[in-house]
């Protein structure tokens, strides 16, 4: 295909704009990144430049959400299921040119899991005994017990190899990977741009360059799309535009779903919020609904704990937390609480959170709480509360796949500490079985709905955005990620 597809262009040479746009595309996002470390951070928006385009891990998700070969071609599980045997990839380089080898996987797996690590995910690491390079191809990975998702674990962002011989301060402005695009420069506050690697191990990307452009504002976003400046907006800010780009021939609208279940999170360890029944009445305070329709134009799924209804292992719990202000506020008079109390809602700058926080601070008001409203950007949100546990309430998305383990972490930002939930994550990661492992994740969303730990909204749903021609962008987001390594121009 690709040699088709440069074919196509050089015949194409006399039409210079023709030319430029096969090779090259404009994508658009809301979120810049605050560094271009996934290793170092926890903002989704890292992973939407760097997952699969310059990053790699040993494993990593398809457009589908399985789990498939990175750079690892191949591995072996003992019979014990505890000790892994990955076979890497011949030749692979990094963007520097120096070789990709087994001691950069040792370095890059002790790292993330090392005592002093600052991986954002550092549990996936947690259950690693040691780690070795039997030769420059082969990785030996011991565990301390059996995991049933461990090649899932290892397919994240957060688990990505890197050069054991870098910098990781340099790598938050100057990524080295080993994907199918290099970096090339960042303008602070307007774009990314990406070139395609002409040394790359596996199929080249068929586009030439990229150029990532940040645009905040969905009423700018939406001028940028209709004047042609952006080509795709894979994760579009403002849905109730959608409908008028629908009905213009010259886009496709591409509806999708995510892994982010959209929560209103309550700091369990600050008063009021260590009370379970001002959580619980929290949770009937909140009309879903209306937030869906109020904030997405109807763009969500209601969910009633941590986990996403696509998966086949999720029960519907939402009747658990209906909307009943009167039993909201009867719980609160029941905490001690009836009149009422005011605490702070620091809003990051997503729409959904911005404009769905309006809403969650008129529908607390009629029970009685008052809130107290921030509008933080990312790095203040990031600084203030998922590392400095300054907030009453948020509002975000958990956009990773698959995470409801965080709950097993009272360290976590929402900081709830359950040993009934950390024995039950523990006897998840050791099961194999698949039957057993679907009814431990019942139990485990049963436990978070019971328990009330955050408000649980809505799934986040993929509303993207594309010029009709480009070939390739991701209809659903299994992690968060916007993969460029398979997109082109179809004319």
């Known amino acids: 295909m690709k040699r088709i597809f440069l074919g196509a262009s050089v015949l194409a040479l006399t039409a210079s704009m023709a030319m430029a746009q096969s090779t090259h595309i404009n994508i658009g996002d809301q979120l810049e990144p605050p560094h271009l470390d996934p290793t170092a951070g926890a903002a989704g928006a890292i992973d939407n430049v760097v997952y699969a385009n310059i990053y790699e891990g040993l494993t990593r998700f398809s457009a589908d959400g399985d789990v498939i070969a990175g750079l690892a071609e191949s591995w072996d599980i003992s019979e014990d299921g505890l000790t892994y045997t990955f076979n890497l990839r011949s030749g692979v380089k990094y963007h520097d040119g120096s070789d990709m080898t087994a001691s950069d996987v040792v370095y890059s797996l002790n790292r993330a899991r090392a005592e002093d690590s600052t991986n954002a995910q550092k549990g996936l690491f947690a259950g690693i005994a040691d780690v070795t390079a039997a030769d420059d191809t082969t ?45 090339t420069n960042w303008v602070q506050g307007d774009s990314i741009n990406l070139a395609r690697n002409e040394n790359y191990w596996g199929t080249p990307a068929i586009l030439e360059t990229v150029t990532i452009k940040y645009i905040s504002d969905p009423t700018a976003a939406f001028a940028a799309m209709m004047a042609g400046d952006i080509d795709a907006f894979p994760t579009f800010p403002a849905p109730e535009n959608l409908p008028q780009f629908d009905a213009d021939p010259r886009f496709t609208v591409i509806i999708g779903s995510t892994e982010g279940e959209t929560i209103l999170a ?52 939402t009747g658990e937390s209906n909307y009943d202000p009167e039993l909201a506020r009867a719980l609160l008079a029941e905490a001690g609480y009836p009149d009422g109390f005011t605490t702070t809602l620091k809003l990051p700058p997503p729409t959904y959170a911005r404009r769905g926080g ?28 998922f590392r400095g546990y300054d907030f009453g309430l948020t509002i975000v998305s958990h956009t990773e796949p698959m995470d409801f383990g965080v709950y097993a972490d009272p360290e976590y930002y929402f900081q709830y500490d359950s040993a009934e939930y950390q024995a039950l994550m523990e006897e998840l990661t050791a099961e194999t079985d698949p039957d057993r492992r679907i009814a431990l994740m019942q139990d485990a969303q049963r436990m978070m709905a019971a328990d009330d730990v955050n408000v649980y909204l809505f799934q986040l749903a993929k509303t993207g955005v594309a010029n009709k021609n480009i070939v390739g962008l991701w209809e659903n987001s299994p992690t968060q990620a916007t993969d460029l390594t398979a997109v082109y121009w179809s004319e």
């Open 266 to 317: 309550t700091n369990n360890k600050m008063p009021p919020f260590d009370n379970p029944l001002v959580r619980k009445a929290l949770s009937h305070a909140i009309d879903r609904s209306a937030i869906i329709d109020g904030a997405m134009f109807g763009y969500g799924t209601p969910i009633g704990s941590h986990f996403a209804p696509h998966n086949p292992a999720y029960i519907d719990l």
């Open 358 to 385: 309006e809403i969650i601070a008129a529908q607390l008001r009629a029970v009685g709480i008052e809130t107290e409203v921030t509008n933080l950007e990312w790095g203040s949100w990031l600084e203030e509360v």
């Open 139 to 183: 990785v030996v990975v011991t565990l301390t017990s059996e995991n049933g998702g461990f090649l899932f674990n290892m397919a994240w962002g957060d688990a990505i190899i890197l050069n054991e011989g870098d910098d990781v301060e340099a790598l938050k402005s100057q990524p080295n990977g080993t994907g199918a695009f290099t970096f």
